[in-house]
């Protein structure tokens, strides 16, 4: 099991409950990525570091800032990345962003030095059926609970409307210290994050689950499965990561799981963007 967590009480969580699992880390403050491997790896767990989902020109300080760290692997959000990170001869997993969606995607990526690469969120049950099947099992990574990323923007929310200032250098960083959801119409309350570049993530306010293929996916040859966690407190993160391992031990049913976690039995975005003969009127 791969936990990816956002806050440094979800990294000692984790692992102190159980440093068998592998932590990946996305923080929106890039001092405490060293405070992070110094945790993970007092609790005997081993821990890599996600980069930015953006990469532009003149911020490859940033991946210099991640090279430094005592990391035992990266999660790869972009081909700068991938490109750059590789020369640590440290294990790379490409993140579901660079959309492995097909074999040839996954073997391209792979090709380029990523040991596994991410399912893509765009495939539905079927889909995700036909890539296992399709590559070596031992390539891929799975994510069975997230909260869906909605979208990513520039705009920082934190600044514009909790802060006088006009950027991150004179912000003050509201980000450190409130969690913000922002409420549809319909009045659902749905978190947003900012990352170490201070651009903005909004992201579903209910978890969705894939917890019921897991079983079919294990006897497939699937032996990676990421949960990604988001504002859970510390008594949060460990429960949904013994759910989960009780899952993988066949001690609970996919059903049981997404009950339990109260989340949704979805796999992937909608029913998958790449799916044929749709009404598109039907996805709601």
């Given at each position: 099991?791969?936990?990816?967590?956002?806050?440094?009480?979800?990294?000692?969580?984790?692992?102190?409950?159980?440093?068998?699992?592998?932590?990946?880390?996305?923080?929106?403050?890039?001092?405490?990525?060293?405070?992070?491997?110094?945790?993970?790896?007092?609790?005997?767990?081993?821990?890599?570091?996600?980069?930015?989902?953006?990469?532009?020109?003149?911020?490859?300080?940033?991946?210099?800032?991640?090279?430094?760290?005592?990391?035992?692997?990266?999660?790869?959000?972009?081909?700068?990345?991938?490109?750059?990170?590789?020369?640590?001869?440290?294990?790379?997993?490409?993140?579901?962003?660079?959309?492995?969606?097909?074999?040839?995607?996954?073997?391209?990526?792979?090709?380029?030095?990523?040991?596994?690469?991410?399912?893509?969120?765009?495939?539905?049950?079927?889909?995700?059926?036909?890539?296992?099947?399709?590559?070596?099992?031992?390539?891929?990574?799975?994510?069975?609970?997230?909260?869906?990323?909605?979208?990513?923007?520039?705009?920082?929310?934190?600044?514009?409307?909790?802060?006088?200032?006009?950027?991150?250098?004179?912000?003050?960083?509201?980000?450190?210290?409130?969690?913000?959801?922002?409420?549809?119409?319909?009045?659902?309350?749905?978190?947003?994050?900012?990352?170490?570049?201070?651009?903005?993530?909004?992201?579903?306010?209910?978890?969705?689950?894939?917890?019921?293929?897991?079983?079919?996916?294990?006897?497939?040859?699937?032996?990676?499965?990421r949960v990604e966690?988001?504002?859970?407190?510390?008594?949060?993160?460990?429960?949904?990561?013994?759910?989960y391992q009780k899952?993988?031990?066949?001690?609970?049913?996919?059903?049981?799981?997404?009950?339990?976690?109260?989340?949704?039995?979805?796999?992937?975005?909608?029913?998958?963007?790449?799916?044929?003969?749709?009404?598109?009127?039907?996805?709601?």
């Amino acid at each position: 099991l791969a936990v990816l967590c956002r806050r440094l009480e979800q990294i000692e969580a984790v692992s102190q409950a159980d440093p068998s699992c592998l932590i990946y880390t996305d923080l929106h403050d890039v001092r405490q990525y060293k405070d992070a491997v110094r945790i993970a790896h007092a609790n005997g767990a081993k821990i890599g570091i996600a980069n930015v989902r953006i990469q532009k020109p003149g911020e490859m300080g940033l991946l210099r800032v991640l090279h430094r760290l005592d990391a035992d692997c990266f999660l790869v959000r972009n081909l700068a990345a991938l490109r750059y990170l590789r020369e640590t001869n440290k294990p790379l997993i490409a993140d579901f962003s660079l959309n492995t969606a097909n074999h040839r995607s996954a073997e391209w990526l792979t090709n380029q030095g990523a040991e596994r690469v991410t399912a893509s969120y765009d495939l539905n049950r079927d889909q995700l059926m036909d890539l296992v099947a399709s590559i070596q099992t031992s390539q891929l990574e799975v994510v069975v609970h997230q909260h869906m990323p909605m979208f990513h923007m520039e705009h920082c929310v934190f600044c514009s409307v909790m802060s006088p200032g006009t950027n991150k250098t004179n912000c003050g960083r509201p980000c450190d210290r409130h969690l913000v959801k922002l409420r549809d119409r319909v009045g659902a309350e749905h978190p947003l994050e900012a990352d170490v570049a201070c651009r903005n993530t909004l992201y579903n306010g209910t978890a969705q689950s894939g917890s019921e293929i897991v079983a079919d996916l294990i006897r497939n040859g699937i032996r990676w499965f990421r949960v990604e966690l988001l504002q859970q407190n510390a008594a949060e993160t460990k429960q949904v990561v013994e759910t989960y391992q009780k899952l993988l031990a066949g001690e609970l049913s996919g059903g049981d799981v997404w009950r339990t976690l109260q989340a949704t039995n979805r796999l992937g975005v909608t029913r998958g963007t790449l799916e044929s003969k749709r009404n598109p009127l039907a996805i709601l």
